[in-house]
């Protein structure tokens, strides 16, 4: 049966005329060797530039994309993938193919897919490249660091040739109104400075490690980021740290604001083994 996730954020978060999202999305280059990223799912107005920059140089190979997301809108139990059964999403650039996350263990619930925005951020993206197949998985905390191992072990058996990865989260959430104000002054320098430690420990394969030291703070898709760092350490793909922005203006006073890091990985060119 034919299911269609409907784009519950297009014309909001970003825009819903094609002529307005190409401005966001394109023009996409034509060839890269990026397989597997830590991406943020804030509004395209602020995460567009960063999210492109992924795309621009995803691989001409990639035919599918698996995005695993926090949830922003229901308590989920620790260390459980969610998925769901539809199999077109809306975008504006026309509905992109959809196939459940066919990996053991998951559990279907395709209401939470179906509210999430931390999945729909990437899928104007998609549409704009066209003939890639879209699978979605929903995690938003490990039981314990080591999970990650745990889970990507899981998932690598999905990662063929032809397939790509996405980790959806923004960085760190800072001051009142998100209730985390660890530092009163430089806020903008201590807050970078701690996404980048969190970002070279992903980049570098050491997601349970990143995980351990980083899941007390805001970064809310730290569970997603971990699991796709040691899923691209088990797939020997080169990592390293890319674009960084805030939700600030220029000028502005950081009382509250978000912050965006990106981590890339790409395949080496040498043969995997499993």
């Not at 989920?76 to 199999?87: M, N």
């Not at 650039?93 to 179906?114: F, H, R, S």
């Not at 931390?118 to 080591?146: C, D, H, Q, T, W």
Request: proline letters at 6%; hydrophobic letters at 35%.
């Amino acid at each position: 049966m034919d299911m269609l996730r409907k784009a519950r954020f297009m014309g909001t978060w970003y825009p819903a005329e094609i002529e307005e999202c190409d401005k966001i999305t394109s023009p996409p280059e034509i060839s890269g060797k990026l397989k597997a990223g830590v991406l943020p799912h804030a509004g395209l107005f602020y995460s567009g530039a960063l999210i492109k920059s992924f795309f621009d140089k995803l691989s001409t190979n990639v035919k599918r994309i698996i995005i695993l997301s926090p949830s922003h809108y229901f308590h989920l139990p620790p260390s459980v993938l969610i998925t769901a059964e539809f199999t077109e999403s809306e975008t504006p650039y026309g509905n992109v193919k959809t196939e459940k996350l066919d990996a053991e263990d998951t559990i279907v619930n395709n209401n939470v897919i179906a509210a999430e925005h931390g999945v729909e951020m990437f899928l104007p993206f998609i549409g704009r490249k066209g003939n890639i197949i879209v699978s979605y998985g929903i995690i938003s905390a490990l039981e314990k660091p080591e999970d990650a191992g745990a889970l990507s072990r899981l998932l690598l058996p999905l990662i063929d040739g032809e397939t790509a990865i996405i980790a959806s989260s923004d960085f760190t959430h800072y001051g009142p109104r998100f209730g985390y104000t660890p530092c009163r002054t430089r806020q903008k320098e201590m807050v970078e400075e701690h996404d980048r430690k969190c970002a070279q420990l992903l980049a570098s394969g050491k997601g349970m490690e990143a995980y351990r030291a980083f899941r007390s703070s805001t970064i809310c898709g730290i569970a997603p980021a971990a699991i796709v760092s040691e899923l691209a350490k088990d797939l020997k793909m080169e990592g390293t740290t890319g674009p960084y922005s805030t939700s600030l203006r220029e000028g502005e006073i950081p009382d509250d604001f978000v912050s965006y890091h990106t981590v890339f990985w790409r395949e080496d060119g040498k043969e995997r083994t499993r």
